[in-house]
């Protein structure tokens, strides 16, 4: 591996006697992994499907890491229909540790600052399970709309991804949230030996760079983190310019900050000058894994007990969302998902989503379709191909109760926003425009939002008499009993694909 000089005397001057095998690690192949979903699954039922489902070579658990494992061959699990049922997620060992560090409780508010791709947010998305919030943000639209497919593959009930500036985020969230993560952009000398062109972005930007920027960000999110609050700081990088620089000076500008010791698993080292002590570092030499720096933060002072609040239904251009009564959208802001995308108005019914699928089990719709991984249907399917089965295959449900009966009962007099009008709906108290920000259009640049004018559709006129409920007829996918989408049953058996064309294989 080819190091430019100036990084390789750096890390000499930084591991001492440790140095040369550091040199050793880095000329063996880069650490691959993969953690299962506690939404979905627990690691001793992951083995065992695995099992199976023709696996010889079984995945090896990672000590540090609860739902983690350590793979040998990423693309096999990259190609299994489990992958696309959000039933683990692919990911580095070391990636996987600074959301393992953060102390997340269910009901928490939780923010992921710097969230893109989501790995560590599908990780807080599960400690919560199924409660408080998750927003997931990234200042990179396109990134932000990879995050937000992670997030609804892994079944997020409750998350928000948005794509904005830290400043602006904090402008409306200050002292709002409860948990914070800040993996921030760093110069990536952890990544060497998994990404070999790393080096040349390093020699255009290094940490002269980045610990600039890592601190304009972690100021940002000071702000926002709440009094009593946690806030866990993150990189791929061992430059310490980026990493204890960064704390010290943290904890200079704001006294009401302090560093949580973290718990030294076998392996770890800790940081490297007086203050941060209570910092940890991950070396590929002294672990089967990459590279990482963390350090947890805790803000001073306490905060009243959030209280359990219901769902609501929401509305925007015909995409119908689930989402927490007291944390609607917030003006102002650029939303890709707001909460639980239970489906598209089209005319007198409501189409599933394909978020809804990915959050279902297999008992929680009228109608459902159970195919083993090693039925080729169910790459057909993944593949967005029509399927066909026997009546025999189709197991029936009672309703589905993640959805409120508003939306499933037949009792409504009108479209979702004719219902919150009468009073058969909850909404928003502060307007259905409420949070969205207005598209902007131009060459080049998607509509983020989905918006359509023809009369019908989303964000089309509405018929005062249409109702608005959801389609139960369609079929749930399932893959050796994990949701992977729906259909639509037609004659002979034959069940039309449903899938979000954006989501195929």
């Known amino acids: 591996m080819n ?19 550091w040199i050793s690690a880095m000329e063996q192949p880069a650490v691959t992994g993969l953690r299962t979903n506690d939404l979905k699954t627990d690691p001793k039922e992951f083995l065992h499907i695995l099992a199976g489902s023709g696996f010889r070579d079984m995945p090896e658990r990672i000590p540090w890491i609860r739902s983690g494992f350590f793979t040998k061959d990423s693309s096999l699990f990259s190609k299994h229909p489990l992958y696309q049922a959000g039933v683990y ?16 409780s269910e009901g928490d508010y939780v923010l992921d600052l710097c969230a893109a791709p989501g790995g560590k947010a599908c990780q807080l998305l599960q400690k919560l399970n199924g409660t ?6 990234d200042l990179s639209a396109s990134r932000a709309q990879a995050l937000k497919k992670n997030l609804e593959m892994a079944g997020a009930v409750n998350a928000f991804v948005t794509a904005e500036d830290p400043a602006n985020l904090a402008s409306h969230f200050q002292g709002y949230f409860d948990k914070i993560l800040v993996d921030a952009p760093c110069s990536g000398e952890g990544m060497f030996r998994r990404e070999p062109s790393m080096p040349s972005f390093w020699m255009k930007k290094g940490p002269e760079y980045y610990q600039p920027v890592q601190y304009e960000i972690l100021r940002e999110a000071w702000r ?10 993150s990189t791929c990088t061992f430059s310490v310019q980026e990493n204890e620089g960064n704390v010290e000076r943290l904890l200079s500008e704001f006294p009401d900050l302090r560093l949580v010791e973290i718990p030294a698993y076998p ?14 570092r991950l070396y590929p030499h002294r ?6 720096f963390a350090a947890l933060f805790q803000k001073e002072g306490s905060a009243e007990p959030r209280p359990c609040r219901e769902k609501m239904v929401y509305e925007k251009n015909g995409e119908i969302y689930l989402i927490p009564a007291d944390a609607g959208p917030v003006p102002g802001l650029r939303y890709l998902l707001t909460g639980l ?23 929680m719709w009228p109608k459902s379709m159970d195919l083993a991984c090693i039925d080729d249907r169910i790459y057909r399917y993944l593949r967005g191909e029509t399927i066909f089965c026997e009546p025999s295959e189709i197991t029936e449900n009672e309703g589905c109760p993640l959805l409120p009966a508003e939306l499933t009962e037949e009792k409504g007099t009108g479209s979702a926003a004719d219902d919150v009008q009468n009073g058969n709906l909850r909404r928003d108290p502060r307007g259905e425009e409420r949070g969205w920000k207005k598209p902007r259009r131009g060459k080049g640049r998607p509509d983020l939002y989905g918006s359509r004018t023809s009369a019908g559709e989303p964000g089309g006129k509405r018929k005062p008499d249409e109702p608005c409920r959801m389609d139960l007829r369609e079929i749930l996918i399932l893959a050796d009993g994990f949701p ?11 069940l039309k694909n449903r899938r979000n064309p954006g989501w195929r294989i």
């Open 3 to 21: 190091l430019p000089e100036r990084y390789l005397e750096e890390m000499k001057n930084l591991l001492g006697a440790e140095y040369e095998d």
């Open 89 to 104: 997620y692919i990911q580095e060992p070391s990636a996987m540790t600074p959301a393992e560090l953060l102390p997340v």
């Open 132 to 137: 408080g919030l998750l927003y997931a943000n």
């Open 224 to 233: 926002m983190l709440r009094p009593g609050g946690m806030m866990i700081f």
């Open 267 to 280: 392996g770890f080292a800790r940081g490297v000058t007086v203050h941060t002590e209570k910092c940890v």
């Open 287 to 292: 672990l089967r894994a990459e590279g990482q």
């Open 341 to 363: 995308h239970v489906g598209t108005r089209r005319r007198e019914r409501i189409a599933a989503a394909q978020g809804l699928a990915q959050a279902l089990t297999k008992h």
């Open 484 to 494: 992977v989408g729906f259909a639509d049953p037609g004659v002979n058996g034959m």
